[in-house]
Protein backbone atom coordinates (compact mmCIF):
# COMPACT_ATOMS: atom_id res chain seq x y z
CA UNK A 1 0.00 0.00 0.00
CA UNK A 2 1.24 3.07 -1.21
CA UNK A 3 -0.11 6.72 0.59
CA UNK A 4 0.79 9.83 -1.26
CA UNK A 5 0.19 13.39 0.54
CA UNK A 6 -1.68 16.22 -1.80
CA UNK A 7 -3.25 14.33 -4.38
CA UNK A 8 -5.39 15.79 -7.05
CA UNK A 9 -9.10 14.40 -6.81
CA UNK A 10 -10.39 15.77 -10.35
CA UNK A 11 -8.94 13.36 -12.58
CA UNK A 12 -10.78 10.46 -10.62
CA UNK A 13 -13.89 11.73 -11.44
CA UNK A 14 -16.13 11.92 -14.34
CA UNK A 15 -17.01 15.90 -13.46
CA UNK A 16 -13.60 16.18 -13.20
CA UNK A 17 -13.59 18.80 -10.57
CA UNK A 18 -11.59 18.36 -7.52
CA UNK A 19 -8.93 20.10 -5.54
CA UNK A 20 -6.11 17.28 -3.65
CA UNK A 21 -6.62 15.05 -0.64
CA UNK A 22 -4.19 15.33 2.47
CA UNK A 23 -3.47 11.62 1.94
CA UNK A 24 -4.49 9.30 -0.91
CA UNK A 25 -4.12 5.45 -1.46
CA UNK A 26 -5.56 3.62 -4.30
CA UNK A 27 -6.27 0.15 -3.08
CA UNK A 28 -5.75 -2.82 -5.22
CA UNK A 29 -7.56 -5.36 -3.01
CA UNK A 30 -9.57 -5.98 0.20
CA UNK A 31 -6.80 -6.39 2.40
CA UNK A 32 -5.15 -2.63 1.42
CA UNK A 33 -8.70 -1.35 1.98
CA UNK A 34 -8.79 -3.10 5.64
CA UNK A 35 -4.80 -1.55 5.74
CA UNK A 36 -5.51 2.00 5.04
CA UNK A 37 -9.05 1.77 7.20
CA UNK A 38 -6.57 0.66 10.04
CA UNK A 39 -4.08 3.18 9.35
CA UNK A 40 -6.48 6.09 8.73
CA UNK A 41 -8.10 4.88 12.62
CA UNK A 42 -5.15 5.21 14.23
CA UNK A 43 -4.59 8.41 13.66
CA UNK A 44 -8.22 9.38 13.95
CA UNK A 45 -8.32 10.72 10.72
CA UNK A 46 -11.38 11.33 8.55
CA UNK A 47 -11.62 8.62 5.80
CA UNK A 48 -13.68 8.78 2.27
CA UNK A 49 -13.52 5.82 -0.24
CA UNK A 50 -14.76 6.04 -3.59
CA UNK A 51 -14.90 3.44 -6.37
CA UNK A 52 -15.58 4.99 -10.06
CA UNK A 53 -15.89 8.54 -9.07
CA UNK A 54 -19.19 8.56 -11.55
CA UNK A 55 -21.96 10.23 -9.20
CA UNK A 56 -19.32 12.52 -6.97
CA UNK A 57 -18.56 16.07 -7.00
CA UNK A 58 -15.09 16.39 -4.81
CA UNK A 59 -14.36 20.33 -3.59
CA UNK A 60 -12.04 22.36 -4.49
CA UNK A 61 -10.18 22.49 -1.74
CA UNK A 62 -10.09 19.05 -1.50
CA UNK A 63 -10.05 16.77 1.54
CA UNK A 64 -8.41 16.72 5.18
CA UNK A 65 -7.98 13.24 5.56
CA UNK A 66 -7.60 10.12 3.89
CA UNK A 67 -8.81 8.88 0.16
CA UNK A 68 -9.38 5.73 -0.86
CA UNK A 69 -9.98 4.88 -4.60
CA UNK A 70 -11.06 1.39 -4.39
CA UNK A 71 -9.85 -0.44 -7.03
CA UNK A 72 -10.07 -4.32 -5.98
CA UNK A 73 -11.26 -5.94 -9.33
CA UNK A 74 -12.16 -9.68 -8.09
CA UNK A 75 -14.90 -11.20 -10.08
CA UNK A 76 -16.26 -14.51 -9.59
CA UNK A 77 -19.22 -16.50 -11.01
CA UNK A 78 -21.04 -18.98 -8.64
CA UNK A 79 -23.82 -21.01 -10.43
CA UNK A 80 -26.87 -18.63 -10.59
CA UNK A 81 -24.74 -15.75 -8.68
CA UNK A 82 -22.04 -13.12 -9.40
CA UNK A 83 -19.30 -12.12 -6.71
CA UNK A 84 -17.35 -9.41 -7.51
CA UNK A 85 -15.29 -6.67 -5.07
CA UNK A 86 -16.28 -3.42 -4.92
CA UNK A 87 -13.88 -1.34 -6.98
CA UNK A 88 -15.22 -4.07 -9.77
CA UNK A 89 -16.91 -1.55 -12.94
CA UNK A 90 -20.70 -2.68 -13.03
CA UNK A 91 -19.86 -3.41 -17.13
CA UNK A 92 -17.64 -6.20 -15.84
CA UNK A 93 -20.48 -7.90 -13.86
CA UNK A 94 -22.90 -6.96 -16.39
CA UNK A 95 -20.49 -9.09 -19.48
CA UNK A 96 -19.91 -11.71 -16.75
CA UNK A 97 -23.67 -12.20 -16.01
CA UNK A 98 -23.93 -12.27 -20.20
CA UNK A 99 -21.69 -14.82 -20.45
CA UNK A 100 -22.59 -17.65 -17.79
CA UNK A 101 -26.09 -17.02 -19.62
CA UNK A 102 -27.53 -15.31 -16.38
CA UNK A 103 -30.30 -12.57 -16.68
CA UNK A 104 -31.19 -9.77 -14.27
CA UNK A 105 -28.33 -7.25 -14.69
CA UNK A 106 -28.97 -6.15 -18.55
CA UNK A 107 -30.74 -2.91 -17.30
CA UNK A 108 -26.62 -2.46 -15.59
CA UNK A 109 -25.14 -2.16 -19.47
CA UNK A 110 -23.05 0.57 -19.85
CA UNK A 111 -24.13 1.85 -16.18
CA UNK A 112 -20.91 3.62 -14.93
CA UNK A 113 -19.61 3.47 -11.76
CA UNK A 114 -18.71 -0.07 -9.62
CA UNK A 115 -20.22 -2.30 -7.57
CA UNK A 116 -19.18 -0.80 -3.79
CA UNK A 117 -21.04 2.72 -5.12
CA UNK A 118 -24.50 0.42 -6.75
CA UNK A 119 -24.67 -0.97 -3.75
CA UNK A 120 -23.98 1.77 -1.70
CA UNK A 121 -26.53 3.99 -3.56
CA UNK A 122 -29.20 1.39 -4.21
CA UNK A 123 -28.41 2.51 -7.92
CA UNK A 124 -31.02 1.90 -10.56
CA UNK A 125 -31.71 2.54 -14.25
CA UNK A 126 -34.44 1.45 -16.68
CA UNK A 127 -36.82 -0.69 -13.98
CA UNK A 128 -33.87 -2.17 -12.00
CA UNK A 129 -32.55 -1.45 -8.91
CA UNK A 130 -29.76 -2.90 -7.07
CA UNK A 131 -32.20 -4.16 -4.15
CA UNK A 132 -33.71 -6.35 -6.72
CA UNK A 133 -30.44 -8.36 -7.08
CA UNK A 134 -28.59 -7.91 -4.34
CA UNK A 135 -28.66 -11.27 -2.20
CA UNK A 136 -25.61 -10.06 0.43
CA UNK A 137 -22.78 -7.86 0.95
CA UNK A 138 -19.36 -7.54 2.96
CA UNK A 139 -18.95 -4.63 4.92
CA UNK A 140 -16.75 -2.95 6.85
CA UNK A 141 -18.23 -1.12 10.34
CA UNK A 142 -16.23 1.10 12.01
CA UNK A 143 -16.36 -0.10 15.49
CA UNK A 144 -17.07 -3.60 14.43
CA UNK A 145 -15.28 -4.72 11.97
CA UNK A 146 -15.53 -6.57 8.71
CA UNK A 147 -19.85 -8.15 8.47
CA UNK A 148 -21.62 -9.71 5.85
CA UNK A 149 -25.26 -8.58 5.64
CA UNK A 150 -28.40 -9.75 3.70
CA UNK A 151 -30.32 -7.78 1.66
CA UNK A 152 -32.78 -7.03 3.97
CA UNK A 153 -29.55 -5.16 6.50
CA UNK A 154 -29.44 -2.17 4.26
CA UNK A 155 -32.78 -0.26 4.56
CA UNK A 156 -33.09 -0.07 1.26
CA UNK A 157 -35.22 3.12 -0.62
CA UNK A 158 -34.88 5.05 -3.63
CA UNK A 159 -31.02 5.80 -4.02
CA UNK A 160 -30.81 5.32 -0.65
CA UNK A 161 -29.14 2.57 2.06
CA UNK A 162 -28.53 3.26 5.82
CA UNK A 163 -24.73 2.89 5.21
CA UNK A 164 -25.17 6.19 3.74
CA UNK A 165 -25.57 7.58 6.97
CA UNK A 166 -23.42 5.04 9.20
CA UNK A 167 -20.43 5.21 7.13
CA UNK A 168 -19.58 1.25 6.61
CA UNK A 169 -17.74 0.41 3.77
CA UNK A 170 -19.12 -2.24 1.06
CA UNK A 171 -16.05 -4.47 0.13
CA UNK A 172 -17.52 -6.82 -1.89
CA UNK A 173 -21.39 -8.34 -2.87
CA UNK A 174 -22.97 -11.14 -3.82
CA UNK A 175 -25.97 -10.98 -7.06
CA UNK A 176 -28.87 -13.73 -7.45
CA UNK A 177 -29.71 -13.98 -10.73
CA UNK A 178 -31.55 -16.49 -12.88
CA UNK A 179 -30.60 -18.56 -16.31
CA UNK A 180 -31.69 -17.03 -18.87
CA UNK A 181 -31.51 -16.82 -23.20
CA UNK A 182 -28.51 -16.42 -24.53
CA UNK A 183 -30.22 -14.21 -27.49
CA UNK A 184 -32.80 -12.57 -25.16
CA UNK A 185 -29.85 -11.71 -22.64
CA UNK A 186 -27.92 -10.06 -26.20
CA UNK A 187 -31.05 -8.02 -27.49
CA UNK A 188 -32.05 -6.78 -23.96
CA UNK A 189 -28.50 -5.26 -23.36
CA UNK A 190 -28.03 -3.84 -27.00
CA UNK A 191 -31.62 -2.10 -26.53
CA UNK A 192 -30.60 -0.86 -23.25
CA UNK A 193 -26.93 0.91 -24.71
CA UNK A 194 -28.88 2.22 -27.79
CA UNK A 195 -31.27 4.11 -24.71
CA UNK A 196 -28.64 5.28 -23.73
CA UNK A 197 -26.93 6.79 -26.57
CA UNK A 198 -30.12 8.38 -27.32
CA UNK A 199 -30.82 9.76 -23.92
CA UNK A 200 -27.92 10.59 -22.24
CA UNK A 201 -26.02 13.92 -23.66
CA UNK A 202 -22.24 13.98 -24.26
CA UNK A 203 -19.82 16.18 -21.83
CA UNK A 204 -18.58 15.82 -18.46
CA UNK A 205 -21.38 14.87 -16.03
CA UNK A 206 -22.13 12.61 -13.23
CA UNK A 207 -25.77 11.53 -15.12
CA UNK A 208 -28.52 12.29 -13.45
CA UNK A 209 -27.76 15.45 -10.54
CA UNK A 210 -31.53 15.44 -8.83
CA UNK A 211 -33.17 12.24 -7.70
CA UNK A 212 -36.64 11.96 -9.32
CA UNK A 213 -39.53 13.10 -7.30
CA UNK A 214 -42.68 10.84 -6.22
CA UNK A 215 -44.29 10.60 -9.48
CA UNK A 216 -42.58 12.98 -12.07
CA UNK A 217 -39.13 13.61 -13.41
CA UNK A 218 -36.86 15.74 -12.13
CA UNK A 219 -35.79 16.47 -16.11
CA UNK A 220 -39.57 17.68 -17.02
CA UNK A 221 -39.52 19.83 -13.93
CA UNK A 222 -36.22 21.53 -15.01
CA UNK A 223 -37.16 21.94 -18.31
CA UNK A 224 -40.68 22.95 -17.51
CA UNK A 225 -39.00 25.76 -15.73
CA UNK A 226 -36.94 26.96 -18.63
CA UNK A 227 -33.63 26.67 -17.34
CA UNK A 228 -32.37 24.12 -19.84
CA UNK A 229 -29.15 25.90 -21.02
CA UNK A 230 -28.72 27.70 -18.01
CA UNK A 231 -25.45 28.63 -16.88
CA UNK A 232 -23.42 29.25 -13.71
CA UNK A 233 -20.05 29.94 -14.69
CA UNK A 234 -18.50 27.11 -16.77
CA UNK A 235 -21.56 24.61 -15.14
CA UNK A 236 -24.50 24.58 -17.71
CA UNK A 237 -27.65 22.53 -17.66
CA UNK A 238 -27.66 20.39 -20.67
CA UNK A 239 -29.42 21.53 -23.63
CA UNK A 240 -30.40 18.11 -24.55
CA UNK A 241 -31.36 16.88 -21.07
CA UNK A 242 -32.50 19.38 -18.12
CA UNK A 243 -30.89 16.74 -15.28
CA UNK A 244 -27.61 16.86 -16.68
CA UNK A 245 -25.42 19.53 -15.68
CA UNK A 246 -22.02 19.59 -17.60
CA UNK A 247 -18.67 20.81 -16.63
CA UNK A 248 -17.94 22.66 -20.13
CA UNK A 249 -14.53 23.11 -19.12
CA UNK A 250 -12.66 24.04 -15.74
CA UNK A 251 -15.74 23.97 -13.66
CA UNK A 252 -15.58 24.64 -10.41
CA UNK A 253 -17.27 23.40 -7.45
CA UNK A 254 -19.10 26.23 -6.48
CA UNK A 255 -20.23 26.41 -10.25
CA UNK A 256 -21.87 23.52 -9.92
CA UNK A 257 -23.32 24.06 -6.51
CA UNK A 258 -24.93 27.15 -7.39
CA UNK A 259 -26.37 25.51 -10.66
CA UNK A 260 -27.95 23.64 -8.44
CA UNK A 261 -29.24 25.76 -5.91
CA UNK A 262 -30.94 27.85 -8.79
CA UNK A 263 -32.49 24.51 -10.01
CA UNK A 264 -33.68 23.86 -6.46
CA UNK A 265 -35.07 27.18 -5.94
CA UNK A 266 -37.01 28.18 -9.34
CA UNK A 267 -38.18 24.71 -9.83
CA UNK A 268 -39.67 24.66 -5.87
CA UNK A 269 -41.14 28.54 -6.55
CA UNK A 270 -42.71 27.53 -9.76
CA UNK A 271 -43.81 23.94 -9.18
CA UNK A 272 -43.59 23.68 -5.00
CA UNK A 273 -41.43 20.60 -4.97
CA UNK A 274 -37.86 20.77 -3.87
CA UNK A 275 -35.58 18.50 -5.87
CA UNK A 276 -32.66 16.72 -4.06
CA UNK A 277 -29.18 15.67 -5.54
CA UNK A 278 -28.60 12.60 -6.38
CA UNK A 279 -25.06 13.84 -6.92
CA UNK A 280 -22.93 13.21 -3.86
CA UNK A 281 -20.56 16.08 -2.33
CA UNK A 282 -18.15 15.68 -0.73
CA UNK A 283 -16.82 18.38 1.24
CA UNK A 284 -13.56 19.09 2.45
CA UNK A 285 -14.02 18.46 5.99
CA UNK A 286 -16.39 15.12 6.90
CA UNK A 287 -19.95 16.54 8.46
Not at 151 to 165: N, P, Q, T, V
Request: charged share 25%.
Amino acid sequence: MTIQENHPLARYTTYQIGGPADFFVEAVSTEEVLEALEWAEDRDMPVYVFGGGSNLLFDDEGFRGLVIRMRAQGLEVRGDEVWAEAGCVTAKVVKAAAEAELTGLEAWNGLPGTVGGAVLGNAGCFGVETKDVLKEATVYLPGEGVKTLGLEDFGYAYRWSRFKKENGVILSAVFKLTKGEPVAIAERMNEIARSRIQKQPPGSSTGSFFKNPVGDHAGRLIEAAGLKGRQVGKAMISPAHANFMLNTGGASSADVLGLAELVQNEVQRQFGVRLEREVVYVSPILR
